[in-house]
């Protein structure tokens, strides 16, 4: 059984530049949840993705887009970055809606100078 | 929303010795209380969850108790081993699937051998 994997590992960026983080979540699990993990704090809801569709979401900005496709990966867009968004993005999968567990990939270091 | 307030935010023992981490939370609808545990560099890995129709779960040397009424749980990790060492987040959330999973702060464990 695959665990969730998630690329890149560490991604750096410039300030007002737009990035893409890339999730697969394990195998047989359909719902995907993002998170944001400051340095120092537990990880902050992004969005979730079921079956191909935005399926709840925290308090963060429009700028924060997902998709979701056909093999149940996943995919997080931020653009016009800023220097806060520096983080720990992590996607965790879950078999499906309905599930409590969420297992999580090992994140992507994103750094915005 | 939910709200989780986790102590201590550090926490040191000796190698052998007991740890226990504690977690209240402010929403009474919450019924799933999951525990992770991140090493550096890494993503949270679930070491144990319970959910509300249970005041306590056992693995090994790891233990988790709840008190519905006092909205609090706790984590317990008995004979510690220097490879505990890591970062423990508490969670909890409402509901299964969509509901998204809401973080304490984290607990900095160091197991001293």
């Known amino acids: 059984e695959t665990g969730v994997t998630q690329s890149p590992t560490h991604l750096i960026k410039t300030r007002g530049q737009q990035v893409t983080l890339r999730c697969s979540s394990q195998s047989g699990h359909n719902t995907v949840s993002w998170y944001q993990q400051a340095l120092g704090q537990g990880p902050q809801f992004i969005f979730q993705?079921?079956?191909?569709?935005?399926?709840g979401r925290g308090n963060f900005p429009p700028r924060f887009s997902g998709l979701q496709f056909p093999n149940y990966s996943s995919e997080l867009n931020v653009n016009a970055l800023e220097l806060d968004d520096s983080a720990l993005y992590l996607c965790?999968?879950?078999?499906?809606?309905?599930?409590?567990?969420?297992?999580f990939g090992p994140g992507t270091r994103l750094t915005v100078t | 929303g939910e709200n989780v307030e986790q102590h201590p935010s550090t926490l040191s023992v000796q190698e052998g010795d007991s740890a226990v981490i504690k977690c209240t939370y402010s929403?009474?609808?919450?019924?799933?209380f999951p525990w992770y545990k991140q090493e550096l560099g890494k993503g949270p890995q679930l070491i144990i969850d319970i959910r509300s129709n249970v005041g306590e779960k056992k693995d090994q040397r790891i233990a988790v108790t709840l008190n519905k009424t006092a909205k609090h749980f706790s984590l317990h990790i008995t004979e510690t081993q220097p490879e505990d060492s890591a970062v423990y987040f508490c969670a909890a959330s409402a509901r299964s699937g969509n509901t998204p999973l809401v973080f304490g702060k984290g607990t900095r464990l160091s197991v001293i051998a």
């Open positions: 929403d009474s609808a919450s019924n799933y």
């Open positions: 965790a999968s879950s078999l499906d809606t309905g599930s409590y567990e969420q297992y």
């Open positions: 993705y079921y079956r191909e569709e935005e399926n």
